[in-house]
């Protein structure tokens, strides 16, 4: 008999049906056994009566997260059993005959407790089963597939990015490196940023998504050596603003297919979409600097960067003054910023740039890049760079490069953001970090 | 002025606009200069008349891969001027003015040249911006897109999966290394096997798109060092030939999509759309290897797996006899296939398993697992392996794994058969080997 999947059983009530999933919950009443069997698509109470004794049988044997395959008769509840608050409510299976596909051991906790970070990761092929990370990374999903759909219909290419690098593009110290052939090293990206940048010569507007790798020694909640970035870059474009327009665009197509595809999984979160104004507040350093000196006291208008609570306060005034949870904050520093970062012309010493602030955090940084070749070698001579090593990427440039400019938008911030979740791992399916892969790493 | 795309131009005739784009060619008649701009959206013919002087004087100095900004008359060319074979044949842009916005030097080489593999492969930023190349990655980006809409149609979640690995999953040896903390080795993915089989306890039917590496030191037509996957697992199957029931619905949208979105560029590369019957063939490896001996006098009946020359007469008996331009090959012996694998009990000795062939050779590979706990770590042991190293993964089998099964596709073999090249590296943007990581590695 074909499977039915249980969302679908609406469909075929008073039929007899076969359905397959797992024991989500099994109460025992003696002579009746009462069954949650949930598959991708939903849960429904199933019940074994006394009439149907082997299946009663079979029934009794089942533990939670038994896989089986059931026939059963799709019954309307009576009025007064209706349970309108859920999917499947108004609707019980009355069991024919239960098989077992895959016996579970006893579970080492209830699949919703409130576990410790470390040991929801130690058990994490189980734990990612609870009602909780199920709906952290199917949000996480529709976030991905919002920020694709987004960027095709704005005329954008994807395109694939190496992952092995020969030399670490942007000089940090923080590169993974692997043995290579020949007796030789490679790297781990850090980011795809040199070739999107190549590859707006091939198609002008490009993204990417993929994991980057970054070996920074730190374990905080913060902090994650492996993460899955939304890049993107486009050319023709005057300024950053022109980057934060269409970045705007993308972001607000993602807050509301969020809203629209995971209206349960936010629920169950207790999380409220984020406000998107049709143009996100921006401010530059300075004048974000000065505000927070007049309205907290707090003196940062000489330093290069934003401190985590300059950050964490700008967000609450956006959200509260500007009706926003998201906003730009521009004109950093330009040597603080990577070698192909463009200097403002009208302002010397700031560059062309931004980082999108979001619920407290920083989720991304972007900028107008230097499309001209010699301005960029002299650049990376600044940075202590030798351009000799960039010999592939510099072909794009001496063979004619538009104005351009792009993001790279962390995935896992965004989500645990979206989410109000409490640790950037909590976001990160398997997440890599200094003390684990998968199980802890001891020494 | 706001840029207008070239592929809108035709909304614009008789009024004045503003383009953006790369000159493509500059043709230069005296006080006549003729150009063709090409944007992302396509290409229109331009002319500075002596009458604009200025305009005359900056398109005098343009070469190939200049990068422009013009304002422009969008004039209807004279019936006898029109080439109806070009997308703006019908039109030309009267140039008002010019504005170079990236001088580039002398090209190289023509950048329609037939160069030799290295050649290419050494200038890639600019070769990439062939029109051949332009055409072939972008029928990969639409490949992969059409990938995803076909699985998300069918119920399937998108996840991440993580690139470092704490060891090799599959016990063979061609595995990069990389230096991790604490003066351990990690590994790079050579699949993301394990956690597609891990998602499939928590959304039963799951797909994931990304790099895999494999440290073969060969340096072939067929090999690549790091390639894009495609894969895909899904849970509650009977066997393998429900995987590929999936599979299949899957590889018709993807041609047929590609047909749709890409017909100008599969004119261009004189690649024909693959036939895809509703069902694709399927046949098992002893049962084609009969075929061949009866057909061509050669005896593999006794061999564990295909000859590539088994693998192109097979291909072509199917598109001749069958209709098809892929074929199925099943029931290997399972001592050649991965310890997850699941043996056929109605034919022990072989696996429930399956080779796609496509236009000559293998694109991908797919089975049934095993997913009972007890038997996978028999199985594990039987390949020398440790189930204690696998202790992570196996979580998921210890606490209830339905019957599962999927598949891992190739994307950038997919693309060269898809459009008839002659080495999978030219389907590779960025491709990695043995030599070469962009640029060739020197000893």
Known sequence: MERILIGDLHDHIDKEVSVAGYVDVRRDHGKLVFLDIRDRSGTVQAVAL????????????????YVVRVTANVNKRPEKMVNADQANGDIE????????????????FEKEADLNLDTALDNRPFTLRSPRNQAIFKVQSEIVRAYREALLAEGFTEFQAPKIVGGDAEGGAEVFRLEYFKDRWAYLATSPQLYKQIMVGVYERVFTTGNVFRAEKHSTSRHLNEISMLDAEMGFVDSQYDVMDVFTKVLRHIVQHVGE??????????????NTPIEFPHV???????????KTGRDNTEEP?????????LCEYAAEELGSDFLYVTGFPVSKRPFYTME?????GYAKCFDLLFRGVEISSGNQRVHDYATLTEKMKDKGLEPENFSFYLQAFKYGMPPHGG?????????????????????????????RIDTLLTQ
């Open 284 to 294: 530059t350093l300075r004048d974000a600097q000065k505000l927070i000196l007049e």
């Open 261 to 274: 595809t995971c209206a349960d999984e936010l629920k169950l979160m207790g999380a409220t979409l984020p």
């Open 344 to 348: 403002d012309p009208d302002n010397p």
């Open 93 to 108: 299976l009355e069991l024919l005959s239960v098989t077992v596909l895959a016996e579970a051991a006893e579970l080492p």
């Open 50 to 65: 006394p009439n149907h004794a082997e299946a009663v049988e079979v029934a009794q044997a089942l533990r939670p997260e």
């Open 407 to 435: 993001w790279g938008l962390g995935l896992e911030r965004l989500t645990e953001k979206m989410l109000g979740l409490d640790n950037v791992k909590e976001a990160s399916l398997f997440p890599r970090e200094i003390n």
């Open 305 to 313: 960067d934003l401190t985590p609570e300059d950050e964490r306060w």
